[in-house]
């Protein structure tokens, strides 16, 4: 089972060598090149929990394969979860059981006491069955604003801050380049971005406003660590592995031992956290908001989860789940496994290629962009990122060469920042800073991932920063289609520096067989070129209206009021801006207009404490409209909550809760932290 799994590990564990096949999407500790830090090694985990075969099945007939009547199969909710094992079971001689769907006709079955090769061949002989598969698990790929750490200096960590937010220059090769996007669009609160990842803490004060309900998918409750299976509250509990667990729990031995990554929370804050808010960081997306969906748990999480979040992320129906009321039009996948994602070419695994690929191309003519991370495997492009109709993410140096493990090859699409250190001793000089949790184990403090034992390395942060930027073309022109948004991607990429005169380094090589710690990227190996956000947004914007919410803070204090502007929206080509129209569309008893609603600016003042939505619409002189919104904090900042919250599952009888022990020891563990910090400032870490 492949496994998808964050992790964030306490510095002296972030020396792994890159020849070890490195943990996508985790954390990193300092290092120079040729021995660049990494996410940790990672094992491999390509087999099920001991005892029980997991596999996918994609049945022919929904109708035959439940037997039901003409009058019962019209009669059926669609929201009822399959139940086949009992029928296929009779068929074919095999004690079977019902796992999760994935949709109406495809469903995991479960059986005890033989290996999964052996379920494969005995329920792909059933002439109801399409295709049967086995349910592996994936691995997670661990205008100016206000925000302190968009610019950095000497008294936060990184000093660089948000480096690869900013404009790009002769140091900071691969910045995106977002401020001039912003001077464009920044982005609508009604286009959404799902992140299908480990979850999220809800409590983070820089996440206030900016995250929808979401769903939980993890499926097993061991795996999932909150005390259930699928519901309604993708709330991360922690994903972290006990020596004990990985040595001979049947679950999860083998998985390697690991603190609490908090994956999806720093992969949010990267799309979408509060910016210009005059706290924390600025997320790429600015107003687009962030759908949490939770696919993976302890060790990671199953193919039959993800892709189920996949399909209700973008609102197709999954049995037995209710309906998206909120869906994506960009999907985030920070996470993967090495596959092939070319139906017929793995022997092992003949229909894993099309369980994916037969959502990806739903999702794709429902108009639903999917990025995903490359891999940090520095080899081939990892499962799903190597899927077609994918947005593959490599990742960069903030020098413009590839990550030394960062994958690559033709399936990448674009290459964007994934973090490095340079030096070999102090902090880590070009992290990839986010939100993130201080706890170990179960949550502790709200907090940002630094340049010392919590730096962010990963194409898990390459990726986002893609779908934040989709996010912002799909606000400027919502009518673009997946494909049309990776061509613009694609056609305003920056090139990658020229290989230097003399160089050891070599240009990178698409044979992936080789270690390619240090190579200089090309556009066969590293995607089109280095992402340019301001260039992508600017060619979706082309010669279209486009209304730009400005704001003077995203954040009102009680009674007080902010600014908003709509003087940099745009007209269509030959027109004029003929109107504006403010209007508050949630939160009325908590916000109100000052004066005029019907000019470029208006003045909005704070009336209660609570989130309020505001609506910008524009009109230009061919009577065309714009529309554009945000999320808006009125009274007091939220406050940064330690420990669990009430979003936080708790099993009645006390196992696999997010409130256990755990959480007690991490919140003694920030100390602990805090103090290992300081005597690491001025030490060496190998």
């Excluded at 002439?127 to 086995?134: G, L, N, R, S």
């Excluded at 309900?213 to 991360?236: C, I, K």
């Excluded at 910016?275 to 600025?282: D, L």
């Excluded at 916000?591 to 910008?616: D, M, N, R, W």
């Amino acid at each position: 089972m492949p496994r998808p799994n964050p992790t964030v590990s306490p510095i002296s564990r972030l020396r792994a060598l890159l020849t070890a096949l490195a943990l996508a999407g985790t954390v990193g500790s300092p290092g120079a090149a040729g021995t660049e830090a990494s996410p940790p090694a990672r094992p491999d985990l390509r087999g099920t929990p001991a005892g029980e075969a997991r596999v996918i099945v994609k049945f022919r007939s929904t109708r035959s394969v439940n037997a039901l009547s003409a009058a019962a199969a019209a009669t059926a909710s669609a929201d009822i979860a399959p139940r086949r094992a009992q029928a296929l079971g009779q068929r074919t001689g095999l004690r079977l059981s019902d796992g999760p769907a994935v949709s109406a006709d495809t469903q995991v079955i479960r059986a005890t006491g033989l290996s999964s090769a052996s379920l494969m061949r005995a329920l792909a002989a059933d002439p109801q069955v399409e295709y049967v598969v086995e349910d592996r698990r994936r691995r997670a790929h661990a205008a100016a604003v206000s925000d302190p750490l968009f610019t950095g200096g000497a008294s936060v960590s990184p000093a660089a801050g948000q480096w690869y937010l900013q404009a790009p220059n002769a140091v900071l090769v691969s910045s995106v380049n977002a401020e001039s996007a912003w001077a464009l669009t920044t982005g609508r609160a009604d286009v959404v971005v799902a992140v299908l990842d480990s979850g999220v803490r809800f409590n983070h004060p820089d996440l206030d406003g900016k995250l929808l309900a979401g769903y939980d998918f993890v499926s097993e409750a061991v795996t999932s660590n909150d005390g259930d299976g699928r519901d309604a509250n993708p709330t991360d509990p922690g994903d972290w592995i006990t020596a004990s667990e990985d040595a001979s729990s049947p679950t999860f031995a083998g998985c390697g031992v690991q603190d609490s990554a908090w994956h999806g929370t720093q992969v949010a804050g990267l799309v979408g956290a509060a910016t210009n808010n005059a706290s924390g960081m600025a997320g790429i997306g600015r107003h687009v908001r962030v759908l949490p969906v939770r696919v993976l748990g302890k060790c990671g999480g199953y193919d039959a989860d993800i892709v189920a979040g996949m399909r209700w992320a973008g609102g197709l129906r999954v049995s037995g789940v209710p309906d998206n009321p909120t869906p994506a039009r960009v999907i985030n996948l920070s996470l993967g496994e090495v596959g092939s994602c070319v139906p017929g070419t793995d022997p092992t695994r003949p229909g894993i290629a099309r369980l994916y690929l037969d959502a990806i191309n739903e999702l794709r003519q429902a108009g639903v962009v999917i990025v995903a991370s490359a891999g940090n495997d520095n080899g081939e492009v990892n499962l799903p990122g190597n899927c077609a109709g994918v947005i593959a993410v490599g990742g960069l140096r903030h020098a413009g060469d590839k990550s030394g493990f960062s994958s690559l090859g033709a399936e990448v699409s674009i290459a964007a920042p994934a973090g490095n250190c340079v030096n070999e001793t102090g902090e880590c000089l070009y992290p990839v800073l986010s939100t993130t949790n201080t706890g170990t184990t179960g949550p502790a403090c709200p907090s940002y991932t630094t340049g010392s034992g919590t730096a962010g390395l990963g194409t898990s942060f390459s990726a986002p920063l893609v779908s934040g930027t989709v996010a912002l073309m799909l606000s400027a022109q919502p009518t673009l289609t997946p494909s049309r948004a990776l061509e613009l991607l694609q056609s305003t990429a920056r090139a990658f520096p020229a290989r230097p005169a003399g160089a050891t380094a070599p240009a990178c090589s698409t044979d992936t067989r080789v270690s390619q710690i240090e190579c200089h990227c090309t556009t066969s190996t590293c995607g089109a070129g280095m992402l340019d956000a301001g260039a992508a947004v600017r060619a979706a914007v082309g010669t279209s209206l486009v209304a730009r919410l400005g704001d003077g803070s995203t954040r009102i204090a009680l009674n007080g009021n902010t600014t908003l502007d709509a003087s940099g929206s745009r007209p269509g080509t030959g027109r004029t801006l003929t109107g504006y129209q403010w209007r508050i569309t949630d939160g009325a008893a908590l916000a109100g207009f000052s004066g005029s609603t019907t000019g470029s600016v208006a003045l909005l003042g704070a009336l209660g404490s609570g989130l309020a939505t505001v609506e910008l619409t524009v009109t230009d002189s061919s009577g065309a409209t714009s529309r554009s919104a945000a999320v808006l904090r009125t009274g007091p900042a939220p406050a940064a909550v330690c420990g669990p919250d009430a979003n936080d599952a708790v099993a009645s009888d006390g196992g696999g809760g997010a409130m256990n022990g755990g959480w007690l020891a991490g919140l003694a563990a920030v100390v602990a932290l805090l103090a290992w910090s300081r005597r690491r400032a001025g030490s060496a870490v190998h």
